[in-house]
């Protein structure tokens, strides 16, 4: 166990206490009290269960790939969603990639359903992925297991011990916190009956450059794949909703620009590569 699995370990039972506490009712043991991930592994979390009438270790296995804290914490937002415990107006939520179209050369557009709703009628409204990538982990590869005695007793032991020689200083949160993180757009969104129940469809519109980090995330997400906003926040428009505006964008802002029923000219180009042959968009009806 390295290092930073121990920061990861730390961070989730200090920080995440009850989410870890949901994981253990709702996929482990309902009566549990108490709860602790002792180790995260490629493919399953170790928790440490305590009930009322003692403490089992299990090994509880994956559904996705991804970061270990990322993995757990995915984990943690459906035992919540079980247990009805996610309070009202959180920003907590995830998308489930759906599809992928090529609007242009650079545009890509990508179709995310989710369980709660999304804004409407926002135009510039835009969510900070963390271009990480949660993916399913074939059915047949997920089996769940309790440990032996022997494997309990290593990983609490190596776990005191690991943190005993850890570093004084996290190296975590603040510095980390956006390292792998990019704004986008939310283009349209609506809503469809799915055969259990009512999901959210979003359009997110990314303009891809080459290697960047963001252009390399859009092209390699499958049908599938989830992944999480750690943030959102909506644009102040409301000086563009009376008089007559003019909006100039090249390609990158063309999913804010065009925002349905913001009642505006565009000028938009085609592409970065026709920045002078700007051309009139028609007002949106």
């Avoid at 939520?93 to 409407?120: C, G, I």
């Avoid at 009512?198 to 989830?226: C, I, K, N, Q």
């Amino acid at each position: 166990m390295d290092v930073d699995t121990i920061d990861v370990l730390e961070h989730l039972n200090e920080d995440h206490a009850e989410e870890v506490l949901s994981i253990a009712q709702v996929f482990v043991q309902p009566d549990a009290i108490r709860a602790q991930v002792l180790d995260v592994t490629d493919d399953r979390a170790v928790l440490d269960v305590e009930t009322p009438t003692g403490r089992q270790t299990y090994a509880h296995p994956f559904t996705m790939t991804g970061e270990a804290e990322d993995k757990v914490l995915f984990l943690a937002y459906q035992a919540m969603v079980k247990q009805r415990k996610l309070p009202p107006g959180t920003k907590t939520r995830y998308f489930r990639f759906v599809e992928r179209h090529k609007l242009s050369q650079n545009m890509l557009r990508l179709v995310f359903a989710t369980d709660r709703t999304l804004p409407v009628n926002e135009p510039g409204y835009a969510f900070l992925f963390s271009l990480q990538i949660l993916r399913p982990v074939p059915k047949e590869d997920v089996e769940y297991a309790e440990m032996p005695m022997a494997m309990r007793l290593w990983f609490r032991g190596l776990l005191i011990v690991m943190k005993r020689l850890r570093p004084e200083t996290r190296r975590k949160l603040l510095s980390s916190m956006y390292k792998k993180s990019k704004y986008y757009t939310l283009r349209a969104s609506f809503s469809e009956q799915a055969h259990n129940g009512l999901r959210y469809l979003g359009w997110v519109d990314v303009f891809t450059h080459g290697t960047s980090p963001g252009s390399l995330w859009a092209e390699s997400l499958t049908p599938g794949d989830m992944v999480k906003p750690t943030a959102e926040t909506a644009e102040k428009t409301d000086h563009i909703h009376t008089g007559r505006v003019l909006m100039v964008a090249d390609e990158t802002g063309h999913p804010m620009s065009v925002k349905r029923h913001c009642q505006v000219f565009c000028l938009v180009s085609n592409s970065l590569k026709q920045r002078g042959a700007l051309r009139k968009m028609p007002r949106p009806s």
